[in-house]
């Protein structure tokens, strides 16, 4: 017998069988698994290698919320201790849980909860090689495949980034923000695509300008030179109730336009 003739799911199968009682002649005769590997497997004494993360062949609106996110807030980095981390920190706590959530799914590994930093925020890691170096060699122009499935999946992509890089104040507007001009075209582009109409993409803080660098608790406001321009995308009015019904925020605070202090 040759070394991986099997599957991990072959393994997974069979030994599922196995707990429901049957015996290693049975499982064989509906597997097609010669009993002495059976026996091996449900003995512990060998199993097939688990096989290496890849991406769905079919995309669903899990996979491409996810995709929004880590082309938004989450990050995706390698070195230190845990080499190849998949990482979200943000405010939210919903959010973060979410994100958990899914990516445990996608990566099928057990869902990891939040933890807590100093700074009032939520931090979900996850690890995986297979998914880093899938990410790093893909480009925006790959993921619209996985993003385009259906309209559902675009959906789901939308929410991503929007819960990441959006923002919105009840009765004015939502704003999304973003360095990268091309997913920010890429942006308008699926908005338009919902009939959702917007103003912009116009720059709002331009590459060399002095800005507020985010506070921390307990200490002052300090000030930073912008690397990028920032492009701001504006959505109102009907517009912006059409994308509240039709796209939406996951982030209840977001949804419902509220300031941060009001979920504290
Ligand atoms: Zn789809």
Redesign the pocket.
């Known amino acids: 017998m040759g070394y991986g003739k099997y599957s991990y799911e072959d393994y997974e199968k069979v030994v599922k069988l196995w707990r429901r009682g049957l015996s290693k002649y049975t499982i064989s005769k509906l597997t097609g698994i010669p009993p002495s590997t059976i026996y091996n497997w449900v003995t512990g004494r060998s199993k097939p290698p688990k096989s290496r993360w890849r991406p769905p062949e ?4 899990t996979f ?1 919320y996810i995709l929004g996110v880590l082309l938004g807030d989450a990050t995706v980095t390698t070195g230190g201790k845990y080499k190849y981390k998949i990482k979200l920190k943000a405010w939210d706590r919903e959010f973060v849980e979410g994100f958990g959530r899914y990516l445990s799914t996608i990566l099928n590994k057990k869902y990891r909860k939040p933890m807590r930093t100093e700074e009032t925020l939520y931090i979900v890691e996850y690890y995986s090689k297979a998914f880093y170096d899938w990410f790093k060699n893909t480009s925006l122009n790959d993921l619209k495949d996985y993003v385009e ?6 959906k ?1 992509f939308l929410r991503g980034l929007f819960d990441s890089e959006g923002s919105h104040s009840a009765n004015k507007a939502i704003y999304f923000y973003n360095t990268d001009r091309e997913l920010i075209d890429y942006t308008c582009k699926l908005l338009s695509e919902f009939g959702i109409i917007f103003k912009g993409p116009y720059i709002t803080i331009k590459a060399g300008d002095k800005i507020r660098a985010p506070k921390k608790k307990w200490t002052k406001s300090e000030y930073i030179t912008a690397k990028k321009d920032l492009w701001t995308i504006q959505i109102s009015g009907r517009y912006a109730r059409k994308f509240l019904r039709e796209i939406g925020f996951s982030i209840r605070r977001k949804q419902l336009g509220l300031k941060k202090k009001f979920f504290e």
């Open positions: 079919k995309p669903d609106p491409t499935h259906c309209r559902e999946c675009k789901a």
